[in-house]
């Protein structure tokens, strides 16, 4: 699977949306972006996927480049439960492993 | 309620011996998983089971071993040649096949003096 870069961390302001960059320029055309988060000391949650149309769910938002090189992940309203790991993994359709990096550490500032 | 179950969410060990880690799931998934977490770093793959009966070396599988004898239950022993056994060990599990949604358990953290 092709790699991702993330920046290591970010602040967000409670109540304003939280916008996670991850680059993929070396994504292949049949891999997804999956994005994960780790609240401290807890397993990891799925948040949402997308293979190179936006996708929207409950929790977040994922918008994919047009070249499918670089996603942003979307919190609208950050709370202080938000506070967490964020990973953004590739993973081919049928894949049945993930390959976690160190992710983007997001802490909402009250 | 559907979801994973670990135990014991910690755990304390001497150095030298052996110890399973349970991990249990209700989902009626096919896949499970294991995973290590060392301090600030992601996860890393140690075995994963797409069917009972089988299983596949992850990343980091050298010192550990898992038995696939039900479909509901997945336990890893960390053996005495693991030579840094002391992490937190996350297990997950999905539906075969499709999209790589993983569902994970609690965790257990395991600490050897």
């Known amino acids: 699977d092709a790699k991702t870069t993330q920046p290591p961390s970010m602040d967000c302001a409670e109540g304003r949306a939280a916008n996670l960059p991850c680059n993929h320029s070396?994504?292949?055309?049949?891999?997804?972006v999956y994005w994960y988060r780790q609240i401290h000391s807890q397993g990891p949650q799925y948040i949402i996927h997308g293979l190179k149309n936006n996708e929207t769910n409950e929790m977040a938002s994922l918008i994919i480049t047009e070249d499918r090189k670089s996603s942003t992940l979307i919190l609208p309203h950050a709370t202080l439960r938000d506070t967490a790991v964020y990973y953004c993994i590739l993973s081919n359709f049928g894949n049945e492993k993930l390959t976690f990096g160190t992710g983007t550490r997001l802490t909402i500032i009250p | 309620d559907g979801g994973i179950t670990q135990s014991p969410k910690y755990l304390f060990r001497k150095e030298g011996q052996n110890v399973t880690l349970s991990c249990e799931q209700n989902?009626?998934?096919?896949?499970m998983y294991w995973y290590r977490q060392d301090p600030g770093q992601g996860l890393r793959l140690i075995y994963y089971s797409q069917i009972v009966n089988d299983f596949q070396k992850g990343d980091i599988a050298e010192g550990y071993s898992v038995s696939r004898e039900k479909k509901e239950s997945f336990p890893l022993t960390v053996t005495s040649a693991q030579k840094n056994p002391t992490a937190f060990y996350l297990c997950?599990?999905?539906?075969?096949?499709?999209?790589?949604?993983?569902?994970f358990g609690p965790g257990t953290r395991l600490t050897v003096l």
């Open positions: 989902l009626n998934h096919d896949a």
């Open positions: 070396t994504i292949s055309g049949n891999e997804y």
């Open positions: 997950a599990s999905k539906g075969l096949g499709g999209y790589n949604e993983q569902f």
